[in-house]
């Protein structure tokens, strides 16, 4: 079983839908979730992070958690063509006390594409 | 947190050559820095722990003697691709634990 799990897709949303991206994760120990944006050729960007149940909003994107469930979502709201790339979910068993989050364990990514 | 700066961004070399990735934490002195590679299509894999000062920790399935990585100060850790063949053509990325900052990356294509 692998410890993060996306869905690939592709997703295919229409320009200004909602986008919905979940996450599952295998180990009880993680306490520390991030979302990145990797467009093709490029390293991931960091566009949320989460450490506590419930939801954390940031603009456009907000970032879902579950421990009980193992379960993160991100929901990317007026979604533009822009948002198009590969969206990786990535988990890290340390937490935000220290200054290094260690290694991150990513999922595998999802597609998304946004149509005009 | 620091800018991360990796390079070069994308090399090009000859079967059974060595390559060499340099990987600057800007303005944050780490102690740790992590090396990731990504094949086409695939998400990001972490290869190995750069610990400054003391030997890289890597993870299963990854051959120490093949990729040399040396952390010889707070700021740079270098990893070196040694006798490269063309299944090592990949994206490699650096992190210095901070979970913004990752390289640029580096594209190896060996041919």
């Known amino acids: 079983q692998k410890e993060v799990e996306q869905n690939s897709g592709p997703l295919s949303v229409p320009e200004g839908a909602i986008a919905s991206l979940n996450c599952t994760y295998s180990?009880?120990?993680?306490?520390?979730f991030f979302w990145y944006r990797q467009y093709s050729g490029k390293s991931p960007e960091l566009i949320m992070s989460?450490?506590?149940?419930g939801d954390k909003e940031d603009g456009r994107f907000t970032a879902q958690l579950n421990k009980a469930s193992q379960y993160v979502s991100l929901l990317i709201r007026d979604s533009q063509p822009s948002d198009s790339a590969t969206y990786l979910c990535?988990?890290?068993?340390?937490?935000?006390?220290?200054?290094?989050?260690?290694?991150?364990?990513f999922g595998q990514g999802t597609i998304l594409t946004v149509h005009p | 947190g620091a800018v991360v700066s990796q390079h070069p961004s994308w090399v090009i070399c000859k079967s059974g050559t060595s390559v060499k990735i340099e990987c600057r934490s800007l303005?944050?002195?780490?102690?740790?820095m992590f090396w990731y590679r990504q094949f086409p299509k695939q998400s990001l894999m972490l290869m190995a722990t750069?610990?400054?000062?003391?030997?890289?920790?890597?993870e299963q399935g990854v051959e120490k003697d093949k990729f040399l990585i040396n952390h010889a100060s707070l700021t740079l850790s270098t990893l070196t691709v040694t006798s490269a063949h063309p299944e090592d053509s990949s994206f490699y990325i650096c992190?210095?634990?901070?979970?913004?900052?990752f390289g640029q990356g580096t594209r190896l294509t060996v041919v």
């Open positions: 990535a988990v890290s068993v340390i937490d935000a006390g220290g200054t290094s989050y260690g290694k991150l364990t």
């Open positions: 180990d009880r120990g993680s306490q520390s």
């Open positions: 989460i450490y506590s149940n």
């Open positions: 303005d944050f002195q780490a102690t740790t």
């Open positions: 750069s610990n400054e000062g003391s030997k890289a920790t890597y």
């Open positions: 992190s210095d634990g901070v979970p913004a900052f």
